[in-house]
């Protein structure tokens, strides 16, 4: 079969008509199309990839499985990756409650038991934030060791068993108990009176002050002193040759010897002794 030369063509498609021209133009575009989509439906071509990943199913109720644990963020909450699949997962702890007056010390007690180990988790609730039951490696409830250690205090809502664990730390001032913290939030927990309450109230007593006594000391007293009587020689040295008045005047020492106030040669009184 001889070709066709494109001078036959060229004047073909000038000889027709414009309807005959747009029908073929639109047929030519039809294959392009054609050939086009077989292109992108043969084996050779790669997927796009997906931008959305699908969300990550909840884990149900009652589901038990072993998590190493990675971070502990307080004492009633962690981060860790499940050994089996390498999910990772954060976890709260059921029946334990931080307690702020002792956060620092109730971190490291949580620490110590749980980085960096190997704990088996039983959900209790089906959310985003995973409530769980915590087995340690040797066996031992976690929230029981806390409770019981004193490093928190005990979510009787979620577990109620753990109400006497906590009232024998209490009672042996164990870890928070051995502070002034009485209760979550330092409040004091007071138990409920069997004798209901009435309405009306007593009325307010008032109590007063006991009457100040004031003491007064008495100065002490003085000793007494007794002085010894001069003996006639220091008598009579203290006073013949003094000067005295009036003339004739007399005076006896303590054992009777008597002077005499008496004018000298000099006309001056003194005293002399009588005899």
Do not use: H
Not at 32 to 47: E, K, N, Q, Y
Not at 91 to 103: M, N
Request: charged share 25%; aromatic share 6%; with cysteine.
């Amino acid at each position: 079969m001889e070709e066709m030369s494109p001078g036959i063509v060229r004047r073909f498609w000038w000889r027709t008509g414009q309807r005959a021209r747009l029908a073929l133009a639109c047929l030519g575009v039809l294959t392009v199309l054609a050939v086009t989509g077989a292109a992108g439906f043969s084996g050779d071509a790669s997927p796009l990839p997906s931008a959305v990943s699908a969300p990550a199913a909840t884990v149900p109720r009652g589901s038990s499985f072993e998590v190493t644990v990675r971070t502990v963020t307080d004492v009633d909450r962690f981060e860790g990756v499940e050994a089996d699949t390498g999910r990772q997962l954060t976890a709260r702890v059921a029946g334990v409650s931080p307690a702020d007056c002792w956060q620092s010390q109730s971190r490291a007690a949580a620490e110590t038991l749980l980085r960096g180990k190997t704990v088996r988790l039983t959900v209790k609730t089906e959310s985003d934030e995973l409530l769980v039951d915590v087995q340690l490696p040797d066996g031992t409830d976690y929230a029981r060791a806390a409770v019981g250690e004193g490093a928190a205090f005990a979510e009787l809502t979620a577990r109620g068993e753990l109400a006497p664990v906590e009232a024998e730390a209490r009672k042996a001032r164990r870890g928070l108990w051995s502070t002034g913290c009485n209760g979550p939030a330092d409040i004091t927990l007071v138990a409920p009176s069997s004798v209901p309450s009435t309405s009306s109230s007593a009325p307010p007593t008032t109590t007063e002050p006991p009457p100040v006594v004031t003491t007064t000391r008495q100065p002490p007293k003085p000793p007494i002193v007794t002085i010894e009587p001069p003996s006639d020689e220091e008598w009579l040295a203290r006073f013949v040759g003094k000067r005295c008045f009036p003339e004739g005047a007399r005076r006896a020492s303590p054992e009777g010897t008597e002077i005499e106030c008496v004018r000298g040669d000099r006309g001056q009184l003194r005293w002399q002794r009588a005899d």
